[in-house]
């Protein structure tokens, strides 16, 4: 709230400091003072500090142009840089040199951003395509603005030819910073998380279906790329209603798993969910393998139950069994082994699906570059 203040306060000294020098040298003062302080506002509110720095001089160039246009950042960045673009035509009376000097400003930002990581702020073209679209909306609600009053727009004059070879100079400046400094990053998608697509919410849903029943309700699903490229570390998340999460691989379906012990509704009295045809608490091995080999007979009967692996623990919230099944599905090839979680209440906890180990790295989940 302060830093807010401190802009606010910046940016009408600026308003005040350049509307007195351009009187009795501009029909139009205020105006140019209002561009002015509206660029300033916008400097500082890219290029505060933040308490965390990012670590790395680097920029993030994301595959998807359009995708910031899908989310409320992105609409916020469009609407910074629309006074910009308005109060520039309107003082300039050209559209050319505010969406030049607009473009300039926005690449300029991006440029800081990455090359002063200690700021904590983070270098992304699309918050770049987000200003411009801004910019050259508010030229173009500018430029209409003249046209219906009774100003109009001005001849393109001689001296403002020096204006474009400045700009110039400013984006071989930028482009020779970010080409030697910066390293460039190229991603299929900068946000990352983004609602599921139709595809993976009919995988998972299937999947969650089989585990948990027809009778399952699920809410928002999710499709999260931490590294911003298709396929690597790529899980789909679904929330359940009321309480519970499941997650899966993705593009390769080899592993899934389902955790109904946890939410906001949920009472340590009644977690999870019961099994038809438990009774009883579960306090040793056999009970916790009978318990679990009746949620396994209806729910997954392609599982080895011959041959289970038991595991106890506790929890924090009492005495939770693991028992392991060898596993095959057509469906998911390389699933090898379902583990069923069940508490001494004789209720199911979660269930997982694993595959073994990939032999590539890639295929694994590794640092994002």
Same mark, same amino acid.
């Given at each position: ?18 509307? &007195? ?15 002015? /302080?509206?660029? &300033? ?23 998807? #142009?359009?995708?910031?246009?899908? &989310? +409320? ?55 770049? @395509? ?29 001296? !403002? ?15 020779? $910073?970010?080409? +030697? $400094? ?13 609602? /599921? ?5 009919? @995988? ?40 519970? #999460? ?19 509704? +949920? ?31 209806? !729910?997954?009967?392609? /599982? ?12 924090? &919230? ?52």
């Amino acid at each position: 709230m302060l830093y807010l203040l401190l802009v606010a306060l910046v940016s009408a000294a600026v308003l005040g400091i350049v509307a &007195t020098a351009l009187r009795g040298r501009s029909d139009r003062p205020w105006t140019y003072a209002a561009w002015a /302080a509206t660029t &300033t506002a916008t400097l500082f509110l890219t290029l505060w500090l933040r308490p965390v720095g990012t670590g790395a001089v680097k920029c993030i160039v994301s595959k998807d #142009v359009l995708e910031s246009f899908g &989310t +409320t950042q992105g609409w916020m960045n469009v609407a910074l840089f629309v006074p910009i673009g308005f109060l520039g035509v309107r003082a300039a009376r050209r559209p050319l040199p505010p969406v030049l000097l607009s473009v300039l400003l926005a690449g300029g930002i991006e440029t800081v951003q990455a090359c002063l990581p200690v700021i904590g702020r983070y270098c992304d073209t699309s918050d770049f @395509v987000t200003n411009v679209t801004g910019a050259v909306a508010g030229v173009g609600v500018g430029v209409l603005s003249l046209r219906l009053g009774a100003s109009g727009l001005s001849p393109w004059p001689t001296r !403002h030819r020096g204006l474009l070879a400045a700009t110039g100079a400013g984006f071989v400046a930028v482009a020779c $910073v970010v080409s +030697t $400094v910066v390293d460039v990053r190229v991603v299929d998608h900068a946000e990352p998380s983004r609602q /599921a697509s139709a595809e993976q919410q009919a @995988v998972i849903g299937q999947a969650i279906r089989k585990a948990l029943g027809d009778d399952v309700t699920i809410g928002s699903v999710s499709d999260n790329r931490p590294c911003g490229v298709d396929g690597v570390n790529e899980v789909v998340w679904a929330e359940l209603e009321p309480n519970g #999460v499941a997650s899966m691989r993705w593009p390769d379906p080899d592993g899934f798993q389902v955790d109904v012990s946890m939410g906001p509704r +949920t009472e340590a009295a009644a977690l999870g969910k019961p099994i038809p045809g438990s009774a009883g608490p579960v306090r040793d091995e056999a009970a916790a393998e009978r318990t679990a080999g009746r949620y396994v007979a209806a !729910h997954y009967p392609t /599982a080895d139950t011959k041959r289970p692996a038991v595991d106890r623990a506790d929890d924090g &919230t009492g005495e939770t069994w693991t028992v392991t099944y060898p596993y095959r599905d057509d469906r998911m090839t390389a699933v090898t082994s379902l583990e069923v979680k069940v508490n001494s209440a004789s209720r199911l906890l979660g269930v997982r699906l694993t595959a073994p180990a990939p032999d590539s790295p890639a295929k694994n989940f590794a640092p994002c570059a």
